[in-house]
Structures are given as C-alpha cells and as structure tokens.
C-alpha cells in the first residue's frame, strides 16, 4: 500500500537529516514527481507517480462502492499525497 510506503519515508527521514534534504531537494527539479519516486524506489519503497495520484481518487471510489448505491455523497476532491507528504516533512523535527 503506497500510504505504508509514504510513511516509511518519512519515519526514515525524520532519522537521517540527509535524506530529508534529498526528498526536498527532488521539488525543485524538472520533473519533480518523477524524481521523487526514483528516489523513494532507490531506497526500496515501490512508489510510482500514478499510484501517487490515484491513492485519493481510490478511497473516495471505496467509500461510494461501500454502501452499494444508497444514498452517500462522492467526496468533491481529494487529498494530494505528495502535497501531504511534503507538508509533513517539511514540518517535522
């Protein structure tokens, strides 16, 4: 699941200030997204940047399919889990 991926990243940059500074380092390249998930696959997580865009657009589809029709709203956006991943490292200590 690419949220375990995403929070193991994290945890091991919360431990290696380094390693915090490459994945930040990756948002100012040319292809941003893409050198991200080059580097998180470098360091064995398998991401890859469509399963990134797709992770909120799959829990929203889950909660409409969840009650079978009746009733429930589709979630009008979702969340960017590159956005959030980068929020929450930016603001770790």
Same mark, same amino acid.
Request: glycine share 8%; net charge negative.
């Given at each position: 699941?690419? =949220? /375990?991926?995403?929070? $193991?990243? +994290?945890?091991?940059?919360? *431990?290696?200030?380094?390693? $915090?500074?490459?994945?930040?380092?990756?948002? *100012?390249? &040319? =292809?941003?997204? =893409? &050198? #991200?998930?080059? +580097? @998180?696959?470098? /360091?064995? @997580?398998?991401?890859?940047?469509?399963?990134? #865009?797709?992770?909120?657009?799959?829990?929203? &589809?889950? *909660?409409?399919?969840?009650?079978?029709?009746?009733?429930?709203?589709?979630?009008?956006?979702? &969340?960017?889990?590159?956005?959030? #991943? #980068?929020?929450? /490292?930016?603001?770790? $200590?």
């Amino acid at each position: 699941m690419i =949220e /375990l991926e995403l929070d $193991k990243i +994290l945890s091991e940059a919360r *431990k290696d200030p380094a390693l $915090k500074e490459r994945l930040l380092k990756t948002r *100012k390249s &040319d =292809e941003p997204v =893409e &050198d #991200f998930c080059a +580097l @998180c696959r470098s /360091l064995g @997580c398998q991401i890859t940047a469509g399963e990134l #865009f797709t992770v909120g657009m799959d829990s929203s &589809d889950a *909660k409409l399919r969840s009650v079978n029709g009746g009733g429930v709203n589709a979630i009008d956006g979702w &969340d960017d889990a590159y956005e959030q #991943f #980068f929020s929450s /490292l930016i603001w770790m $200590k």
